[in-house]
């Protein structure tokens, strides 16, 4: 199994930044397309970003073009969400999740880590 760690969720004021990341317990990681997911209570899980394998091609929601970054250092098994200009709207448990074949299924998921921006 792929464990896939969540961190850098918090309370945070509209109209500033966060960092997410997301660990994987294995080196496979370098070989996984990667995604970022969102829930906030009540909705349904929603797409944020997807980058693939190499961190060459990437791409957003348009809720979050231009003020979310997805990335990824493969050399630490680590990738990142930076979200700036947050909304009250990003509001959401965020998920890290991996698509080892590339072909948009996810089948590997953490468990979230919460977003909160206030207003």
């Known amino acids: 199994q792929v464990q896939l760690v969540e961190s850098g969720g918090g309370l945070v004021q509209a109209g500033g930044s966060l960092r997410l990341s997301c660990a994987a317990s294995?080196?496979?990681?370098?070989?996984?397309?990667m995604g970022w997911f969102r829930q906030a209570p009540g909705k349904e899980r929603e797409f944020v970003a997807r980058?693939?394998?190499?961190?060459?091609?990437?791409d957003y929601a348009d809720s979050v073009k231009g003020r979310f970054t997805i990335s990824r250092d493969n050399a630490k098994n680590t990738m990142y969400l930076q979200m700036n200009t947050l909304k009250p709207e990003d509001t959401a448990v965020y998920y890290c999740a991996a698509d080892p074949s590339g072909s948009y299924r996810y089948t590997y998921w953490g468990q979230g880590t919460q977003v909160t921006v206030s207003s």
């Open positions: 980058i693939n394998w190499s961190g060459g091609s990437t």
């Open positions: 294995r080196r496979t990681f370098s070989n996984y397309a």
